[in-house]
């Protein structure tokens, strides 16, 4: 972690004082409940199921899609911190399906429900098809496992937002906003918790786990030298989610404060710590073909190509924040986390209408993304979905 942290331009972890302060009642709540994480393979699931399995749960129960990452998660715990007193399984199980209903109803009760399942990509909105799935995962797989934490009288429900859900821009973030709409409709009737925090570093997929990709496999780096960007380290990660769902009250928003250990950085400077810290001398290209093209002559001399652009694409924000100018805080309970509060949002008609306009929309099996958009913006005033006609596939 020492090294991530580096790369990302900070030389200090985020929550150390706050998971510190609050261990004792964490570890006591952990040790005496039965938790169920749901994309529990994911970046982020990893982390949280590492954070939660080292306090001995009485019993830890992972459900992913990936049979692969599942795989991985398991041989990452008994490699690293062994076996665990209480009863750790996991499921090949799609969240969205009636094997993982039955396997809630069998396997439980559930005392504590994380869910970290998501499609987090901006670039998901590229085609309809992938934005109808993205609404799947990211909104309806929410609605029906915080029904079914309900009935089955889970004590909390907790599921993952984004930084990019505050005045969203792209797809991905309004999709995310709406699920807090659904969370904050459930809370009615069963107490939750959400987290927005910022970019992962080296998380399954991202640009940054990508530059890991590109070395390995002698490739250039490539990166917009104009976006900065807040990271946190995953198990930072683990640890925001983990002190939302354990500690945060009904309702409640928790995101990193910004303060002199959160710094923006951008991209491009990230690729040149990292490839000074692999012992390799950038050389900036002008062109994608350029780089592509010098990666072998460079390489063996410990130099590489690097490709440096200002950012065209879909959905890119021109700046990051966690909250907006119309929400609650209470900055004062935590040194390093904010928390966003929440009234009860009793007669919301927005997550009723939402479900039968994508029902409806499902029914016809056929629809465009234009529409798509339209009723998200019909969902979210705020939303100001910034179109650029070219989204990230189109970038090496």
Not at 277 to 303: D, Q
Not at 312 to 322: A, H, I, Q, R, S
Not at 334 to 360: H, T
Request: with cysteine; hydrophobic share 40%; net charge negative.
């Amino acid at each position: 972690m020492d090294n991530v942290v580096g790369l990302i331009g900070r030389d200090k972890a985020l929550f150390a004082e706050d998971i510190l302060a609050y261990e004792g009642l964490m570890s006591s709540r952990v040790q005496g409940g039965s938790f169920l994480v749901i994309g529990g393979a994911g970046s982020i699931g990893q982390a949280v199921v590492k954070e939660l399995f080292s306090r001995n749960p009485r019993s830890l129960h992972v459900v992913d899609i990936s049979e692969n990452s599942l795989v991985e998660l398991v041989r990452d715990l008994r490699s690293s911190m062994g076996y665990i007193e209480g009863d750790f399984q996991t499921f090949t199980l799609d969240c969205g399906a009636v094997e993982f209903e039955l396997m809630m109803e069998s396997m439980g009760p559930y005392d504590f429900v994380l869910n970290l399942s998501a499609l987090k990509h901006v670039r998901s909105e590229r085609d309809p098809f992938t934005l109808m799935r993205m609404i799947d995962v990211n909104v309806l797989n929410t609605e029906k496992t915080v029904q079914l934490a309900r009935r089955g009288g889970t004590q909390k429900y907790f599921a993952v937002s984004t930084d990019k859900a505050a005045n969203p821009v792209n797809m991905m973030g309004a999709s995310k906003r709406i699920m807090e709409l659904f969370l904050m409709r459930a809370s009615e009737d069963i107490p939750v918790s959400t987290a927005r925090f910022a970019n992962v570093a080296f998380s399954d997929g991202s640009l940054l786990h990508g530059f890991n990709q590109r070395l390995m496999k002698r490739q250039p780096l490539s990166a917009p030298r104009d976006v900065k960007r807040y990271f946190v380290t995953a198990k930072e990660s683990g640890e925001l989610c983990l002190l939302s769902c354990l500690l945060g009250d009904n309702r409640d928003v928790f995101f990193p404060k910004l303060s002199e250990k959160l710094h923006l950085t951008t991209f491009s400077d990230i690729a040149i710590r990292y490839l000074d810290m692999h012992g390799y001398e950038p050389v900036i290209c002008t062109t994608e073909e350029e780089a592509r093209s010098l990666v072998a002559e460079l390489a063996p001399r410990r130099r590489w190509p690097c490709y440096f652009f200002d950012s065209d694409t879909t959905g890119e924000k021109d700046f990051e924040e966690f909250f907006t100018e119309r929400e609650t805080l209470d900055m004062v309970r935590f040194q390093s986390v904010g928390v966003i509060k929440n009234a009860p949002e009793r007669d919301d008609p927005r997550p009723g209408r939402f479900m039968a306009e994508i029902a409806s929309i499902k029914a016809r099996k056929s629809w465009t993304k234009e529409e798509i958009v339209a009723l998200f913006q019909e969902m979210l005033p705020e939303f100001g979905h910034k179109e650029a006609h070219k989204n990230l596939d189109q970038r090496m």
